[in-house]
Antibody
Framework: QVQLLESGPGLVKPSQTLSLTCTVS??????????WSWVRQPAGKGLEWIGR???????NYNPSLKSRVTISIDTSKNQFSLNLSSVTAADTAVYYC??????????WGQGTLVTVSS | QSALTQPASVSGSPGQSITISCTGT?????????VSWYQHHPGKAPKLVIY???NRPSGVSSRFSGSTSGNTASLTISGLQAEDEADYYC??????????FGTGTKVTVL
């Protein structure tokens, strides 16, 4: 059974780039050619879809974040990554990675809190 | 893309049934784009409870059911239990290679 685990710095300075990695275990990322997604949740707010990457490297992004987001995949390491540039306090959130099966998200990682502060 | 609209909170007594609505537009929920539902206990990973509007993943209680009508999808929890107290989110494909979540509903078991 596939499990996902987010990792990366918990504190990022304003204007810098937030970088997170999701490591997939319990199965190959290339089996059945799924999409892999990032979702975030600011404190006290709802879930926000950030974007997704296919095993081929093709990506789709939330239009509101598209200019600052890059999602990449390294199937040899069973990992995919999120880079979010020019961060502000509004980017402080718990960031989740998730496997996409058709149009739904399952399973999800436990999430990692990223705080943007100087 | 705007978030799908859910009630901020819904409550019920143990054993009762509650229904959470998820209202979108003719571009997403109303365009037969598949809606999924997630249960989220704070501090834990969100859990898929309904996909493709009405389907339940294996291992999810049969007390969870989904339905749809026009631009609105709904999640019903029957036989409400204390463990059902959580936040619930719907999600839909928007038809533009992007996805949107609902505003979230806090379920309280009285």
């Amino acid at each position: 059974q596939v499990q996902l685990l987010e990792s990366g710095p918990g504190l990022v300075k304003p204007s810098q780039t937030l970088s997170l990695t999701c490591t997939v275990s319990g199965g190959s990322m290339t089996s059945n050619n799924h999409f892999w997604s990032w979702v975030r949740q600011p404190a006290g707010k709802g879930l926000e879809w950030i974007g997704r990457v296919y095993t081929s490297g093709d990506t789709n992004y939330n239009p509101s974040l598209k200019s600052r987001v890059t999602i990449s995949i390294d199937t040899s390491k069973n990992q995919f990554s999120l880079n979010l540039s020019s961060v502000t306090a509004a980017d402080t959130a718990v960031y989740y990675c998730a496997k996409m099966v058709h149009d739904w998200f399952d399973p999800w990682g436990q999430g990692t809190l990223v705080t943007v502060s100087s | 893309q705007s978030a799908l609209t859910q009630p901020a909170s819904v409550s019920g007594s143990p054993g009762q049934s509650i229904t959470i609505s998820c209202t979108g537009t003719s571009s997403d929920v109303g365009n037969s784009h598949y809606v999924s539902w997630y249960q989220h206990h704070p501090g834990k990973a969100p859990k898929l409870v309904i996909y493709d509007f009405t389907n339940r993943p294996s291992g999810v209680s049969s007390r969870f059911s989904g339905s749809t009508s026009g631009n609105t999808a709904s999640l019903t929890i029957s036989g409400l239990q204390a463990e059902d107290e959580a936040d619930y989110y719907c999600s839909s494909y928007t038809g533009l290679t992007t996805y949107v979540f609902g505003t979230g509903t806090k379920v309280t078991v009285l």
